[in-house]
Each structure stands twice: as C-alpha cells, then as structure tokens.
C-alpha cells in the first residue's frame, strides 16, 4: 500500500451529491484516514446544475479534488472511473484501470427512459455496440450488483455499502401510527406515480410519508439531512420503494439497515430471499403487502421477525465489511492474464 496512489473518478461532480457522490465522498474519506494517497478527479457537471453541498464541506481535508472535461491519470497507480462508453475521452491514463459500474443504465434491458431522456439511451446504444470492446481497455471491472451481465474476463462484484451505525433500528422509536416511508426521486422510474396510487388505495388510518414535497394522499416531510433521514426510517413501520429501474439500491439498504421492512418492485437487483423485502408488481399488489404487514404489527403475527431480517440484511451491507473489500480492490487490483481462459472473479 505504501505509495500507492489512487484516483477515483465519478462522471458527476462530487457537489450533486446523490448515490455516487456519497458513494465516493464516504469511500475516499475512509482511505484517507488510514492513509491511502487517495484523489478525486470529477467532472464539472451536475444535473440540472444542482449542487447541494461545498465539496470541502463533506470530503477530508487531505483528498485532493479538481474538476476538469479531461483528466490526465498518468501518475496515478490505479483509477478507479465510474463507467460510460468512451470514457478515456475524460479519464486517461492510471498504471491499473478499473470501470465502476453503477448505472441501472447498464442493467436495465429497456433502452428508452422517458426522465432520464436521450442521453442515457444514446448511452446503452453506444454501449450495445462496442462495449465489450471498450470495456477491454479496462483491467478490471467492479459491479455493485450481480444482475450486471459483464462481458469482461475479471468482473469483481461488490455491493453498495450502508453506515449501520447511522442507519440504526435504535435511533427512534416506531410512530404510533403505522407509516410508509418512501425515500426516492419523485419521478415515475423510481415509482412516485406508484406511491401515490397505492396512497389512495390505504385506510386512513395508514400514514403515508415521503421525502421533498407531498402529493395527494402522500404527506411531504421536506428536505431531509442524512442524520433525519436516518430517524425516518427508524420511526416507519414499511418503506415502500417502487423503483422501474435501479441498481444495488440504497433505499433498500437503508431501510434494512434501520430494522424497517420493504416493499418493492421484483428487479433482478432488488430480489433478496428473506421475509424482510416483499415485492409486488401493481398498486394493489404492493397495497396488499403494506396491509398485510399492518396486520403483523397490530396482532403480533411476525413483524418483528421480519424487522430483526431487515437489520441482518443491513448488517451484511455494512460499511466496514464492504469497505475492506473495496479497499484491498483498488490497493492491490486482481488482473487476468492476456490470452488465458475467460473467467468471472465474484468477490
């Protein structure tokens, strides 16, 4: 590890500050404190020009940041680049390459999304074309989930990674009226038109919440800081978490993490075999769940088994745990020789 120096390069500037910002502001802190030469090389773009937070405000004092259209990662051992086709175009060079993949675009088996727009389909049809080959320019290839069908020889899969310490069934009390959590963007790929139809389907008696603004049956909570964020999921009784398409999704481990259980949509990337995630495919079916699950609240009829299966399956996603993975990953990169037998490494 001794000098080592690492880049890890997300196509999004750390300022946005969603998923893979926090994925790779957490993961960056955590290298530095014990002392890896860690940098970050971003691009200077953030979606609708939404910058929430001062990157020196959330990143260690110690990581280097810069934000440029074009990097050069000659002097670095590995670079570690949140993946898209033609990706060295930003990020060239690193001794050892590694693409992250962490977009449901490359998951997803429909090409057309109708909020993420023409960018990302022109995405996964450049992709469709030569990705296979423009993944051969990588060394390695990291995939937070295993649904990901990677075309290349060394494919390492390693989950999404939560902070259990934060994400706590210990952090507040259950409310006493049962409550449905729903977390996610407010856009009809991650489910919002959903929320709201299986709201109007639940008795009164059911409270159904949401982060941001609220909408018909569904009550707005307002912005949310990760700290309140992490209450909410504690005090709710089920997180309901529609999603068209995702990834290794943090919503999911969050709820888990909090002891709270989920209902949600069958993707390839949400299956999870144990009683603490439930799935349905329509409005009714996912009405059904969140009823059934009010039922074993009220008379004692598994729920806090379901709610004990949550926290175990948190706990595997913990920080630490998936940490050290990710650490030995990029610190010591597994390689394949040229010419040998194709085969996946699973981590």
């Not at 934000?67 to 680049?81: K, N």
């Not at 999304?113 to 022109?122: F, I």
């Not at 009829?301 to 940490?323: K, L, N, P, T």
């Amino acid at each position: 590890m001794v000098g080592t120096r690492i880049a890890l390069c997300p196509h999004l500037s750390v300022e946005h500050y969603r998923g893979g910002e926090k994925w790779v502001t957490a993961l960056a802190n955590r290298l530095a404190t014990d002392g890896v030469d860690v940098s970050i090389r971003a691009l200077p773009y953030a979606p609708g020009g939404e910058r929430r937070v001062d990157v020196r405000d959330v990143l260690h004092p110690e990581v280097p940041y810069r934000e440029a259209w074009h990097h050069d990662l000659s002097g670095f051992d590995t670079a570690y680049v949140f993946y898209n086709p033609l990706s060295e175009v930003f990020f060239s060079g690193g001794t050892t390459r590694i693409a992250g993949i962490h977009s449901w675009a490359f998951v997803s088996p429909k090409l057309f999304e109708a909020h993420y727009g023409v960018v990302p389909t022109a995405v996964k049809l450049l992709y469709r074309a030569i990705g296979e080959r423009d993944l051969g320019r990588f060394d390695a290839v990291h995939t937070v989930t295993p649904a990901y069908d990677s075309p290349h020889p060394n494919t390492i899969h390693i989950p999404n990674f939560v902070d259990v310490e934060r994400f706590h069934p210990d952090r507040d009390d259950r409310a006493e009226e049962f409550t449905v959590l729903t977390t996610a963007a407010h856009i009809r790929e991650k489910g919002w038109d959903t929320v709201q139809a299986v709201a109007e389907r639940l008795a009164p008696e059911i409270r159904v919440v949401t982060t941001g603004d609220g909408a018909g049956a569904v009550e707005g909570l307002g912005f949310l800081d990760e700290d309140e964020l992490a209450d909410a999921y504690a005090r709710a009784h089920v997180v309901l978490h529609p999603a068209r398409v995702d990834t290794d999704s943090m919503v999911i481990n969050e709820a888990c993490a909090s002891g709270t259980p989920v209902v949600t949509t069958p993707l390839s990337t949400h299956v999870r075999e144990n009683d603490a995630i439930l799935h349905a495919e329509t409005p009714r079916g996912m009405a059904h769940a969140v009823r059934l699950l009010r039922a074993e609240w009220r008379h004692d009829g598994g729920y806090d088994e379901r709610c004990r299966r949550a926290r175990e399956e948190g706990e595997a996603h913990g920080f630490d745990e998936i940490y050290l993975r990710l650490k030995d990953l990029l610190v010591s990169p597994p390689t394949v020789e040229t010419g040998t037998t194709r085969t996946e490494v699973r981590v």
